[in-house]
């Protein structure tokens, strides 16, 4: 791994020392500059859950990914910085109340100076900021945060007039290769969300812009607009603009994209 190059990938032009304030810098850089998305899932290229993949994908041809991707390679840049860090699986409560797949969602857990922290750049509109597993509250862009320990369960909850849990986790240390049941099922289960349409979602220094198969959505502090998509070319070039995926990795992928003109 090319470690400056990661860095300018997320524009960041120095490495930087291990601290807890560098921490937050580079997973708000993450979020910023590199977009969540499963265009790979939906046109049927699988993801095998390789490190050298992720960073070929990521790094050097500028395209995004989903969570197994951007905290798996989030994790190896940290960890050859030089940070206390361990993969762990979560299972993500859903809108209707259910829980989806269980330990399907990738994230991790960070120890410097002291304190742990919860740090996840995969999971879309959530926390922008690592969150300490301490129970404190964390207020960012994007919202206000707390973790909350309930017999060695730990429950990521977002503040949306009462707390709202987002997913639980265990502190049981996971390998990339551990997690390839719940990756097979995230790209391939017609039950998994991802699956179920393009979602390409990226978050910006006052909101987030989502895109769809049929929409684009444009949240800027408290303002949010939405459009409807009408053909594949607006989609691609909307694609393009917003989530900065290069004109080659389009002109590959486009044959495989949604019927239209």
Known sequence: ?????????????????????????????HLYNIPFENIDVMT?????????????????????????????????LLRQLGYEIMLIAATVLQKDGSWAY???????????????????????????????LNGKILRDQSGTYRIKEQEGLYYLERYEKRWRTQYCFSLVPRQLVEMKEAAHYNQTSPSSIFTQGYILTIRTMNGRITITDTSITITNHRSRTKKTIHHTSEWVDFIQYYMGIPNQEMAVIQPHLMDGS
């Not at 190059?5 to 580079?26: C, E, F, N, W």
């Not at 330990?103 to 690592?130: K, T």
């Open 1 to 29: 791994m090319d470690i400056p190059l990661y860095l300018q990938r997320i524009g960041i032009d120095s490495i930087p020392t291990v601290s807890s304030k560098a921490l937050s810098q580079l997973t708000k850089a």
């Open 44 to 76: 049927g290229n699988y993801i095998d859950l390789s490190v050298a993949r992720f960073y070929d994908k990521i790094v050097i041809r500028k395209r995004g990914g989903f969570c197994y991707e951007l905290n798996g390679l989030f994790h190896e």
């Open 102 to 132: 269980p330990n399907s969602h990738a994230a991790n857990i960070v120890y410097v100076e002291g304190e742990a922290y919860l740090v996840d750049v995969g999971f879309g509109d959530s926390c922008i900021e690592p969150v300490p």
